[in-house]
C-alpha cells in the first residue's frame, strides 16, 4: 500500500511559475513509476506526466512539454511536477498517481494510487 500526499498548489497568474511535490509512505517507492494527472470542473482526468522509477524515462502530454518538468527524488520519497509558464487552461486540482507496472501509461485506470489532490489556479 502506497499514500500519496501532494502540495504546492495555488494561485499563479499568466506566466507564473509553481512546484508540485508529492510524498509517498512505505519503503517501496523506488520500485514504483510515478504520474501527475489533472482535472478541471466538468473534464476527464487528464495526464500531464510521468517518471519510471530510475527517472531514466519521463512522458508529457504535448501541451506541457518544454513548460514542465518532472522529477522525482527516491531518497526522500518524493516526486516533482515544475510547472512554468502557466496559462489559464492549466488551471485543476493536480494529482499525483503511482504505477508498480512502470508502463507510464496516460490512462487513469491503469494507476494503482492516488493522492487527494492540490489546486492550481491561474488567472489570466
Known amino acids: 500500500q502506497v499514500q500519496l500526499v501532494e502540495s504546492g498548489g495555488g494561485l499563479v497568474q499568466t506566466g507564473g511559475s509553481l512546484r508540485l511535490s508529492c510524498t509517498a509512505s512505505g519503503r517501496t517507492f523506488s520500485s514504483y513509476a510515478m504520474g501527475w494527472f489533472r482535472q478541471a470542473p466538468g473534464k476527464a482526468r487528464e495526464f500531464v506526466a510521468a517518471i519510471s522509477w530510475s527517472g531514466g524515462r519521463v512522458h508529457y502530454v504535448d501541451s506541457v512539454k518544454d513548460r514542465f518538468t518532472i522529477s522525482r527524488d527516491n531518497d526522500k520519497n518524493s516526486v516533482y511536477l515544475q510547472m512554468n509558464s502557466l496559462k489559464p487552461e492549466d488551471t485543476a486540482v493536480y494529482y499525483c498517481?503511482?504505477?508498480?507496472?512502470?508502463?507510464?501509461?496516460?490512462?487513469?485506470?491503469?494507476?494503482?494510487?492516488w493522492g487527494q489532490g492540490t489546486q492550481v489556479t491561474v488567472s489570466s
Open positions: 498517481a503511482a504505477d508498480r507496472g512502470q508502463v507510464l501509461s496516460p490512462r487513469a485506470n491503469l494507476w494503482d494510487y
